[in-house]
């Protein structure tokens, strides 16, 4: 029970309380934390035997260093009184009959009404009332009589975690006239009988969570509150529709693409071969929103802290990897799955998060980086905070800021492999979020990176971002957070050296534009793909990029700054449509742009790589010596066969082909560099039946074995947004040449436009996709 205030200067006389757990204390309609007793004094345990190995507890008391534990725990409870004494009452107030009395409280929280329609939170699976902050719900009273302005006092009390505080933004009451306010407006929007409607409008800085709400009347003896129900609990997300939420979006479709879609497209592949996969992120399904909030009880994030989308981000973009905080995902890249599931057989954030939520924390196995920034936008969505996966083809590594991605070649011009350690991943997935910058000067509000794969430490932790995408244009890589990191991931150049035998280097190239090839993002409300590379780099050669390297170098970015002559010759690999097991030839194209006579032993290395660009095997390796007449044009051809590689091949196909080589008569270096990938053959998936809400429907799933070999342990997954729960299925065997078709029945539990999306995925055979659009009736 709280301290009355007449009784504050009582405190100093009281005989402490036995040393027993002292319930939390009782939030009033004011702050009265420093009248609250002082804690107990801790009694000494007895000692412990000698016997006994001391071992030291995982977690140590607040005792002696605060008041109170931290308040970290949206799960966790304060205990209210219903009861709240302005005096010593020993034997309890008298009949309170003749004031105000609370008979009902309706939330107004079914999809159709007010509240979620206005509040674009309709979507949710939810039996809660959701709501987002800086913009007015309503909420209906019932009272025993009519409501008196003028003798009646009430206040609706909204309570979030195990201690609440009326200064740590935990505790609001909430007033219905305008003499008395709080953070938190509020409102009689009308009143019929004894039933009064209130406008409760949150704070924009509002924390973000599970709320509950108490309403409590004053009466001459003490506050009377209603009891506990948890039916009329509240949630409150950020809000991109309102001008005065920090993560407000003023655009009426990207709004409904990155916050309201729940079917997400990932690039992946090369830039100039570029694959899609769809994703359901599922930010509307049951438990989901839940499971978002448990993470940032996981990460034991202070609720104090929780309205501040730039802290949100920063420790969710931790908190989806598993490296130092056992987070949402482990990461592998090994190929080895045995323990999980394998990253490329996920369809979607629903079942990742729903079984990291319910094993209370426990790592789901296994993820790589299209499936953390899947996750990811799955949580930020699903909290309110406008959100798109981006994928930027040819991602620098750079952990040293140098800017430089090297290639080590001997005298010859052949490549080191030995010696070429850093590596450029063929695409890497991030998220950006939206939302101002007020630690930032103006201008570097809006897109944010943030990138939950575990690459480089930030802070002490995994993570990276929020950093400025306008800031990143521009060089500005000094301000926070990560800018220097990302920078290099789409400006890195790509710096040949000739590695002499006294262990010198010489840069004798420099490929200025390799790095940060293309960035792409799915395009707003359709199916197209949105190259949004100009958003992060002024074009190659301008003026403008000249100004933000030297920018950019002020803040201690270092590139290759050797001037290297131009060479005459140069080669290309030409682009090639490869289906896996076919046999191919890859054809490499030299230009004599000279008068006079050219020749060259070009050494050519295909290499089986991982998609981030780490090799795994070499399938080829050929020394041709090449020819040139004065201007001529000449291709050489390179034979791969399928036996050759199909053995070496690593998930996701990627073959990496480098062609380098020394001109004889000048000296000069020539390179070249091609990743050809792999395409692996479909799934085709069929829907049949009436497409209606609560209608049965059929769909089924088909998949011939186009190779001479079996497919073992074959995993296939289903789900659909809207329609269908994640549905698996196993096959132990599927021969050469052998079809498969899988059916299942579902019955779509809402209306509109939506797809159902399947995966393949067995050792020797991954990402094998397919999907179909339907569109539900009501």
Same mark, same amino acid.
């Given at each position: ?7 504050? &200067? ?181 009143? #019929?009988? #004894? ?24 009466? $001459? ?60 992120? *599922? ?40 490296? &130092? ?40 196995? %296994? ?42 070649? &001997?005298?010859?011009?052949?490549? +080191? ?61 000094? %301000? ?84 290297? $002559? ?15 097991? +076919? ?10 742009? #000279? ?20 090799? #795994? ?119 050469? *040449? ?30 094998? %996709? ?7 009736? $009501?």
């Amino acid at each position: 029970m709280a301290t009355p205030p007449a009784m504050a &200067d009582q405190e100093a006389r009281r005989t402490p309380p036995p040393p027993a757990v002292t319930p939390p204390a009782t939030p009033a309609m004011a702050d009265q934390e420093a009248r609250r007793t002082p804690p107990p004094p801790a009694v000494t345990p007895p000692a412990t035997p000698a016997a006994t190995p001391a071992v030291r507890p995982k977690h140590v008391s607040h005792r002696g260093r605060s008041a109170g534990a931290k308040a970290s725990s949206n799960q966790q409870e304060g205990k209210v009184e219903e009861f709240e004494p302005f005096m010593l009452m020993p034997r309890g107030p008298p009949p309170l009959n003749e004031y105000l009395d609370v008979w009902d409280v309706h939330v107004l929280k079914r999809p159709q009404e007010l509240n979620k329609q206005e509040h674009h939170t309709h979507l949710y699976s939810s039996d809660f009332l959701i709501v987002r902050r800086a913009q007015e719900f309503q909420i209906k009273i019932t009272f025993n009589r009519p409501y008196k302005p003028a003798e009646d006092k009430f206040a609706l009390e909204f309570v979030i975690g195990p201690s609440p505080q009326y200064s740590k933004g935990t505790y609001i009451p909430v007033f219905p006239t305008a003499d008395r306010q709080s953070l938190w407006r509020g409102r009689v929007v009308e009143t #019929s009988d #004894s039933v009064v409607t209130m406008g409760i409008t949150p704070s924009p800085e509002c924390i973000v969570g599970k709320y509950l709400i108490y309403i409590g009347v004053v009466t $001459p003896y003490g506050i009377r509150r209603t009891r506990r129900d948890p039916s009329t609990d509240v949630y409150i997300l950020f809000n991109p529709w309102s001008s005065a939420d920090p993560v407000f979006l003023d655009d009426e479709e990207e709004r409904e693409e990155c916050v309201m879609n729940e079917l997400g497209i990932i690039y992946h592949g090369a830039y100039d071969d570029v694959s899609e996969r769809a994703w359901n992120y *599922g930010q509307f399904e049951f438990g989901v929103l839940d499971a978002c909030l448990f993470i940032l009880d996981k990460a034991d994030m202070p609720l104090s802290n929780r309205g501040d989308v730039i802290k949100v981000t920063r420790v969710a973009s931790a908190m989806m990897n598993s490296r &130092d905080d056992d987070g949402v995902l482990v990461g592998n890249w090994s190929g080895d799955y045995t323990y999980g599931v394998p990253p490329t057989s996920w369809t979607g954030s629903v079942q990742i998060l729903l079984d990291y939520a319910s094993t209370k924390g426990t790592p789901v196995c %296994y993820s790589q980086c299209w499936v953390y920034a899947a996750v990811f936008n799955s949580f930020l969505r699903c909290l309110g905070i406008p959100s798109r996966v981006v994928t930027n083809f040819f991602s620098a590594h750079d952990n040293d800021g140098n800017l430089k991605m090297d290639i080590i070649l &001997d005298e010859n011009g052949k490549l +080191d492999r030995n010696r070429t350690k850093d590596s450029i991943w063929n695409y890497h997935c991030w998220n950006e979020c939206y939302m101002a910058r007020p630690d930032l000067p103006s201008g570097f509000g809006g897109w944010q990176v943030v990138d939950a794969t575990p690459q480089e430490t930030s802070d002490g932790m995994f993570r990276c971002g929020p950093a400025s995408v306008a800031a990143i244009k521009h060089g500005q890589i000094c %301000y926070p957070f990560d800018a220097p990191f990302v920078f290099a991931e789409v400006n890195s150049d790509v710096v040949f050296y000739r590695r002499h035998k006294d262990g010198t280097l010489d840069p004798v190239k420099v490929n200025t534009s390799h790095v940060g090839r293309m960035v792409l993002t799915k395009a707003v409300l359709h199916d197209g793909r949105r190259d949004i590379t100009y958003q992060y780099k002024f074009p190659e050669g301008t003026p403008e990029e000249r100004r933000v390297l030297e920018k950019a170098e002020e803040f201690g970015c270092q590139r290759e700054k050797s001037s290297l $002559p131009k060479g005459d010759v140069d080669v290309e690999i030409l682009n090639l449509d490869v289906r896996v097991g +076919d046999s191919f030839n890859v054809t490499l194209q030299f230009t004599n742009r #000279s008068d006079q006579r050219r020749s060259a032993d070009v050494y050519i290395t295909g290499t089986v790589v991982y998609y981030t660009g780490v090799p #795994s095997g070499e399938v080829v390796f050929k020394t041709p010596r090449v020819k040139l007449e004065p201007l001529q044009s000449k291709e050489e051809k390179v034979s791969v066969r399928g036996e050759d590689y199909m053995h070496k091949l690593v998930e996701q196909g990627n073959i990496h082909f480098i062609a380098t080589g020394k001109i004889k008569e000048t000296g000069q270096i020539i390179t070249a560099m091609k990743v050809i990938t792999m395409h692996n053959p479909k799934l085709i998936v069929k829907v049949t039946g009436s497409p209606r809400v609560s209608e049965e429907m059929y769909v089924s799933v088909e998949f011939t074995n186009p190779f001479k070999f079996s497919l073992e342990k074959v995993d296939l997954r289903m789900e659909g947004p809207g329609i269908m729960a994640l549905k698996k299925k196993e096959y132990s065997l599927i021969s050469p *040449g052998t079809s498969i078709t899988w059916t299942e029945t579902f019955s779509p539990h809402r209306a509109g436009s939506t797809k159902l999306m399947a995966s393949l995925d067995c050792a020797a055979l991954r990402q094998v %996709y397919g999907e179909t659009e339907l569109t539900i009736q $009501p």
